[in-house]
């Protein structure tokens, strides 16, 4: 799956596609959880939610999004690279 454009995208419930995520522009919200596709956040791009990524996230350039629902936004492996925030 990519996500482009400058609007939300929120996932809500298991997500049980295969293959890469790539969010290039915009937000990528995750309530639910995504267990088969490894997630890359581009520059421009950000990654928010209470749910569960039990996959490999990369932040390029890209950015966390602050969450205020009370529940955690959990990643498997997280890796940045460059300078992203």
């Given at each position: 799956m990519t996500k482009t454009g400058p609007a939300v995208l929120t996932l809500?419930?298991?997500?049980?596609?295969?293959g890469?995520?790539?969010v290039?522009?915009?937000?990528?919200?995750?309530?639910?959880?995504i267990s088969g596709s490894a997630?890359?956040?581009?520059?421009?791009a950000t990654l928010g939610g209470s749910g569960t990524l039990a996959?490999?996230?990369s932040f390029a350039a890209?950015?966390?999004?602050t969450n205020n629902v009370g529940a955690p936004l959990t990643v498997g492996t997280l890796d940045i690279a460059?300078?992203?925030p």
């Open positions: 809500t419930g298991t997500s049980t596609y295969t890469p995520t790539a290039s522009n915009g937000t990528l919200i995750v309530n639910g959880a997630v890359a956040i581009e520059a421009g996959v490999s996230v890209g950015s966390i999004a460059g300078n992203a």
